[in-house]
């Protein structure tokens, strides 16, 4: 996936069949499946793919069992057989994780069991593993730091982990195999109308050169997650509020508050919300929270109330408090709901279930859903872009479409940090031989290296410093500090790639600094 290659793909083409706006799991997993269809596919995102909410979610590919609870069964059926086509499409990127919930009172234990037999049952073929009772010796035996006090039981489960901004990387590289045109960097500015007022095609500037593009199509769809409004003010006369957005913060820790490989799930907080304790990457992410947003921005910052909130919940289940010092990296992601039907209704009450909307100018929009569904939710929006706009009809094949780096039959080596790359690794391996200065680490304390760098310059179209350290490779979502001290590495070796200069260099890290602060508590921010 060459970005020179790409644009010249667009060149290339007079009209498009479809065109989408926004490059997150919803657009990604929509190029896919128009352009396996055999439809000519373009997808325009405005900065990085997976630059919003799509990089920024607890890294699980779940059914939902807080869903369960609402009583929201076909939500929870459907994701959790897509979670399972997750895991058989995408091996190298999504695991089976065990789930413990750890009970304090007599019945949770028993309530819990009943309940988790139900989710695996709804799971059917494609379940990760039977949920089972434990005694609070056994509890204590898996979880040895969590909060001994009181407990009385636990239970485990089993659900999905992966890592969510290195699959929309494997989504963009798979769709563009199937011949899709996919380019991030590329800002939308205007929707382009005939005199039916019927929208024909987009208005687009690539933000690296600057050059405008005027793009035909017989259809566009507008996949931009929480910017959904802004799109949409370009397309209606009439303002209307599609989208609300709920932000969720996640605090970053050293594996040490959770040893071992189990982890953690508490169903109900002090504020109704579930809050996950989750190892990734050899650290463990403790979040989320739910608090409604205004404005959406696409670097939004965990306010200090939902920061000391996650602490606190933290605290109250784990033996070794986390305190402020010791977290490594805080992210928050904002959630695109769909918005409410009537006055009053809250975050928490809103469904994540995905709804399509087709605007009288024939644009398709998505709002809502959530990353595990993103397959039938990109099956769904073609199915209604090939209805509305009457292009030929094709089956989606997507259901058993291996992703980009999968590992069919053989097993994932987690030992080895490549193992994210999948079938890639090798030849990252092998670029190092055949570079060797390009084994040095990128930093001392993880095991990265250059060669990851320039693997994404070279084939993920990585542009910048921060598309490289927070969504190829994930060090700024892990631990900020460290990113910040090696971004000078990351954009020396962007500029002698691309043939940028010393200029261009020092804005890269400005820009990543200040972008990086934000993933830094406020009193450890570099200055």
């Known amino acids: 996936m060459n970005r020179i290659e790409q644009l010249e793909k667009l060149k290339q083409s007079q009209i498009w069949d479809i065109i989408i706006i926004g490059g997150g799991a919803n657009g990604l997993g929509t190029a896919l499946d128009a352009a396996s269809r055999g439809y000519k596919t373009l997808l325009l995102e405005a900065v990085d793919f997976a630059k919003g909410t799509s990089s920024r979610s607890t890294k699980l590919a779940h059914g939902g069992v807080r869903y369960l609870e609402q009583g929201n069964l076909s939500l929870v059926i459907e994701a959790l057989k897509e979670r399972g086509l997750m895991e058989k499409n995408a091996g190298h990127l999504v ?34 593993g039977s949920s089972n009772y434990l005694s609070k010796e056994k509890t204590i035996e898996l979880l040895p730091t969590i909060e001994q006090e009181g407990l009385r039981s636990g239970v485990i489960y089993h659900d999905g982990q992966f890592d969510d901004s290195r699959l929309a990387i494997n989504l963009a590289q798979t769709a563009a195999e199937k011949g899709a045109c996919i380019l991030n960097h590329f800002k939308i500015t205007q929707l382009i109308k005939d005199d039916k007022n019927k929208v024909t095609g987009v208005i687009a500037i690539d933000q690296e050169s600057e050059k405008e593009y005027k793009l035909q199509s017989k259809a566009v769809i507008n996949a931009t997650g929480v910017f959904t409004n802004a799109i949409m003010k370009m397309n209606d006369t009439v303002y209307k509020k599609y989208i609300v957005s709920s932000q969720g913060i996640h605090l970053v ?45 696409l670097e939004p910052i965990a306010l200090e109330e939902e920061i000391d909130f996650v602490l606190q919940a933290a605290q109250k289940f784990l033996t070794k ?130 060669a990851e760098i320039v693997w994404a310059i070279r084939y993920e179209m990585a542009t910048t410093v921060e598309d490289i350290l927070a969504r190829r490779v994930r060090l700024l979502f892990l631990d900020a500090r460290a990113a910040i001290e090696c971004s000078n590495k990351v954009a020396q070796l962007l500029a002698k790639e691309l043939g940028h200069d010393d200029t261009w260099i020092q804005n890269q890290l400005v820009e990543f ?15």
Not at 117 to 128: F, I
Not at 413 to 420: F, G, R, S, V
């Open 95 to 128: 695991k089976n994780e065990s789930f413990i919930i750890p009970n304090y009172n007599w019945w949770g234990g028993y309530f819990y069991t009943i309940g988790l037999k139900l989710y695996d049952l709804l799971a059917g073929r494609l379940s990760l």
């Open 253 to 297: 820790f050293d594996k040490s508050f959770l040893p071992g490989d189990y982890a953690v799930m508490i169903p109900k907080t002090s504020d109704g919300r579930v809050l996950f304790a989750v190892p990734w990457h050899e650290k463990i992410i403790v979040g989320t929270t739910d608090t409604p947003i205004m404005k959406p921005s």
């Open 321 to 450: 408090d986390p305190t402020r010092a010791d977290v490594l990296s805080v992210f928050a992601g904002l959630r695109p709901l769909a918005a409410p039907d009537k006055k009053g209704q809250n975050t928490k009450e809103l469904s994540r279930s995905h709804k399509i909307i087709v605007s009288e100018t024939g644009l398709i929009t998505i709002t809502g859903g959530k990353w595990t569904t993103y397959r039938k939710i990109a099956e769904d929006i073609v199915d209604k872009t090939i209805a509305v706009h009457q292009l030929p009809k094709s089956k989606c094949i997507t259901n058993h479409l291996s992703i980009h780096g999968n590992k069919k039959n053989s097993p994932t080596d987690l030992e080895n940090h490549l193992y994210i790359y999948g079938t890639d690794s090798a030849a990252i391996l092998q670029l190092q031989e055949n570079e060797p200065e390009l084994k040095e680490k990128l930093h001392p304390d993880y095991y990265y290296t250059l």
């Open 513 to 527: 600094k200040n972008v990086a602060n934000g993933f830094l508590l406020k009193e450890f921010r570099v200055p």
